[in-house]
């Protein structure tokens, strides 16, 4: 699952950085995905809308299985 949900992410990255933001996937366990999110995106006012309108809806749409996304930051 883990190498599906990065092929996905690959397709969602160049949004993301036309607006100077960026996206890292940190791991995947039990249908949660953690990422981390990067450059302008991280500290964004509308990164949890991101997050679950744009980035959680994408992988639920193109990874079965997939139950939540979470941003962490570290």
């Given at each position: 699952?883990?190498?599906?949900?990065?092929a996905?992410?690959?397709?969602?990255?160049?949004?993301l950085?036309?607006d100077g933001g960026?996206?890292?996937?940190?791991d995947?366990?039990?249908g949660?995905?953690?990422?981390?999110?990067?450059?302008?995106?991280?500290?964004?006012?509308?990164?949890?809308?991101?997050m679950?309108?744009?980035?959680?809806?994408f992988l639920k749409e193109?990874?079965?299985g997939?139950?939540?996304?979470?941003a962490?930051?570290?």
């Amino acid at each position: 699952m883990k190498e599906q949900v990065q092929a996905a992410l690959e397709k969602l990255r160049p949004m993301l950085q036309a607006d100077g933001g960026d996206i890292e996937l940190v791991d995947v366990t039990d249908g949660k995905v953690k990422v981390k999110l990067r450059g302008a995106c991280a500290g964004c006012p509308g990164a949890q809308m991101t997050m679950k309108m744009g980035v959680e809806r994408f992988l639920k749409e193109k990874v079965a299985g997939i139950t939540e996304v979470i941003a962490v930051n570290f």
